[in-house]
């Protein structure tokens, strides 16, 4: 075929492929507009004649929110600081004096006075309100583990100056520490407000420096979502405020707020199940209640003390609350009491279930911790006790803790923990149905229990000769029958002993 009729040919098949790709475009925009429903006459004009309107009344209540967020963001940024710390460590280091084989194989007898000491440094943050001001000093409370074992300290304000600090006193019980720092700058200190008056529902504001400084002096805002939260870390004894407002890493010390502007807590802790700790909702303050007496006496004298009234406080299981008779109600027992001390002089004996201080409840161990530690030495206090199912008071006169007298267990009477054998325990150790005593769960070292020869894992069945069923015996015969000496008669390897004799 000649090439002009190939061509000829070739044009006429792409101009007749255009053309059925056009009428079949066009069939198709056709039936669209067809099978559309069309608007009605006025439909838009209606739209645009009835725009969504905000009420006025509506509009007006949440600007006034907003100013109320806005005035307490800009009365409490002034007070809040941000802490940055350095941590200095000296440690020794090989000497590698054979690089590259020493560093990879390491040195044949190498001499351990050869090692080189170095130097690491690490750096912190956290943050802080201020508190107090005297004569150009002002001081603010953070928490301990913000500044524990520190080497520097310095602290930054919001109008963007920095000051050198130092710490001026510390208490770990409660991971609270106060710094200070000099100048004659104006800085307005904080209100501190009432954390009783704090409640579930409550608006909650939190000021701090998370995550490092590119987000310092943030706020955030919340509500309370819980109170007299208790199992802080590292054995703290507050009883603490839970909020949803976002809290992070660098948070902890700065204020918890409430709508006043005025401070009811110190963020201390969040709980997170994300890798590496994060905000999921689960942030706890420290009361600030539980902080003002400290701030003056970290001032008088660079630490805090407790009151001391000398018992061991165990929260019983349900067993152990039926058998005292203690259903619906809260406190801690008293498992063990220390010889001498406060509580033994005033008449407080094993077996009692403290239920209030000075007619405040105690809602277990650790509230009943801060209420006690709050006491002074030589304050008068009356305790709430169950006994023998009956509610009785006593008076107790507080003396000073110390570690020393709180640590020494050859005071601690009895110095045995003992529950109630159940069905599941007697399954557990392997018991016929019908076993017998009161199982030791706990014996402790040095105390005369321990050293009368009882083990953990005994049957307790007689004390001084007297036998106990349950536990509400064991306790009654504690109090009645051991005046001057003690023993007891247990069961071990299916064997009946008695044990040794502890003279009082």
């Not at 710094?179 to 529902?201: I, N, R």
């Not at 409550?202 to 000021?207: G, K, L, R």
């Not at 970290?298 to 001391?308: D, L, P, V």
Request: hydrophobic residues 40%.
């Amino acid at each position: 075929m000649h090439i002009v009729q190939k061509l000829s040919s070739r044009n006429l098949f792409i101009f007749n492929l255009v053309l059925i790709g056009a009428i079949f475009g066009f069939s198709l925009a056709f039936l669209s507009f067809s099978c559309s429903t069309p608007n009605k006459p006025g439909v838009r004009a209606q739209a645009q004649q009835n725009p969504v309107v905000i009420p006025e009344s509506a509009l007006a209540v949440a600007e006034d929110l907003q100013t109320v967020f806005r005035a307490v963001s800009e009365k409490m940024l002034p007070s809040v600081i941000e802490i940055k710390t350095v941590s200095v460590r000296r440690r020794q280091v090989p000497n590698f004096n054979g690089i590259p084989w020493e560093f990879f194989f390491g040195p044949r007898d190498r001499n351990p006075s050869d090692d080189q000491e170095r130097e690491f440094r690490s750096q912190g943050l956290g943050s802080g309100v201020i508190v107090r001001h005297n004569n150009g000093t002002y001081y603010a409370i953070t928490n301990n583990h913000v500044v524990e074992d520190t080497t520097e300290i310095r602290v930054a304000t919001k109008d963007g100056k920095e000051y050198p600090a130092e710490l001026i006193g510390k208490d770990e019980r409660k991971d609270l520490a106060l710094v200070s720092f000099k100048t004659d700058d104006y800085y307005p200190l904080a209100v501190l407000g009432d954390s009783e008056t704090v409640a579930v529902g409550d608006w909650a504001i939190a000021i701090g420096n998370p995550l490092g400084e590119q987000f310092s002096f943030s706020v955030t805002m919340g509500i309370v979502s819980a109170v007299g939260r208790t199992g802080g870390p590292g054995g703290n004894i507050n009883d603490f405020i839970q909020t949803d407002a976002p809290i992070n890493q660098g948070n902890s010390g700065g204020p918890l707020v409430n709508i006043r502007g005025e401070v009811v807590g110190i963020n201390t802790w969040i709980a997170s199940n994300i890798s590496g700790g994060g905000n999921v909702g689960l942030g706890f303050a420290i009361p600030v209640n539980n902080i003002k007496r400290s701030i003056d006496e970290f001032i008088e004298t660079g630490t805090t003390k407790y009151g001391w009234l000398g018992v061991s406080l165990i929260e019983p299981n349900r067993e152990s609350i039926a058998a005292l008779g203690l259903e619906n109600r809260r406190g801690a027992l008293a498992a063990q009491v220390f010889l001498g001390s406060p509580a033994d002089n005033g008449g407080i004996r094993p077996g009692d279930f403290i239920t209030h201080v000075n007619g405040r409840e105690s809602r277990g161990i650790q509230q009943l911790q801060m209420l006690v530690g709050d006491l002074k030495a030589g304050e008068n206090a009356t305790f709430t006790v169950i006994r023998d199912k009956q509610a009785r008071e006593i008076q107790v006169r507080i003396e000073e803790r110390t570690d020393e007298v709180a640590s020494d267990n050859r005071k601690l009477w009895p110095g045995v923990t003992v529950v109630p054998l159940t069905d599941q325990l007697r399954q557990t150790l392997r018991l016929e149905n019908n076993a017998r005593g009161l199982y030791v769960a706990q014996v402790v070292s040095g105390s005369p229990a321990d050293v009368v020869g009882l083990r953990q894992g005994d049957r307790l069945v007689s004390v001084n000769g007297e036998t106990v069923g349950d536990i509400a015996a064991f306790y009654k015969v504690l109090r009645e029958k051991t005046a001057t000496e003690l023993w007891f008669g247990i069961i071990r390897a299916e064997a009946t002993l008695e044990s040794l004799r502890f003279k009082r």
